[in-house]
């Protein structure tokens, strides 16, 4: 177990930097797709909390959502609970696709946010499995019983617990019958790409759910290059406040 944690900090700590998109596609692409990472930062809790994000291209990148350093006390929630606070970043990741997908149906600068998304998840399904595996066995010599939990077993048990995870988060999220993400099928076991294809959900939602609020950002972006955190915020209130009153004038 100690192995595949020991991989799963590394690549969280080398992907929650900062969120880019490949230089070489449209300035409003560009624009949509930091835009969605930026207000994942916000909406989901355990998120990296942000710091600015930009459309101005640097080398090989368009644009960047840059993130505040860990603190003490993140990296020991992230040393504690992996999988709970690694999550986030898959979600985060997948924000991109879903604002340009979201916006002009297809998506563009994804390949880096894939890879980094789809690494995360097999280390998180690895870790869990090796955490069942510790556990059970822990459980066995406390017991003195020297009964063995088949593989699939093993698969089941981490499987529950990472779409445990994941069914909180929606719902801390504010997520339409977050109960709905991950299969209500005990017997599946969790694939990376199924974790993948399930953090995807989570951001689709919520952004589907604030796309005013992408609509805002990503076109203050588009004038002025670069916002930092407190200037997304203030966006995502005004609208939030927007929304609210032409709700009201409906009624």
């Not at 355990?46 to 993130?67: F, K």
């Not at 593989?151 to 089941?156: D, S």
């Amino acid at each position: 177990m100690k192995n595949s944690l020991k991989k799963l900090l590394l690549l969280v700590g080398l992907v929650s930097a900062t969120c880019f998109v490949e230089a070489g596609w449209g300035l409003e692409s560009t624009a949509y797709h930091e835009a969605g990472h930026a207000l994942l930062s916000l909406f989901v809790p355990q998120c990296r909390s942000l710091d600015r994000v930009n459309i101005i291209p640097n080398g090989s990148t368009a644009g960047e959502c840059i993130y505040l350093p860990m603190s003490d006390e993140e990296k020991g929630r992230l040393r504690d609970q992996p999988t709970s606070q690694a999550l986030p970043l898959i979600i985060g990741l997948t924000a991109g696709r879903v604002a340009e997908e979201l916006v002009f149906g297809r998506a563009d600068g994804y390949q880096s946010d894939y890879k980094y998304a789809t690494d995360l998840a097999q280390l998180i399904c690895n870790y869990e499995i090796s955490f069942s595996a510790e556990r059970d066995f822990l459980i066995q010599k406390k017991e003195n019983t020297a009964k063995e939990f088949s593989a699939k077993q093993l698969h089941v048990a981490s499987s529950e617990r990472i779409r445990g995870h994941l069914r909180n988060l929606a719902k801390s999220a504010d997520c339409p019958s977050p109960y709905n993400y991950g299969s209500n099928d005990t017997e599946q076991m969790y694939s990376s790409n199924q974790l993948v294809k399930d953090c995807y959900q989570v951001a689709t939602d919520v952004l589907r759910k604030n796309r005013m609020a992408l609509d805002m950002v990503a076109q203050k972006l588009l004038a002025k290059k670069e916002l930092n955190a407190n200037q997304v915020r203030a966006l995502v209130h005004n609208a939030t406040l927007t929304a609210n009153c032409r709700m009201h004038s409906r009624l």
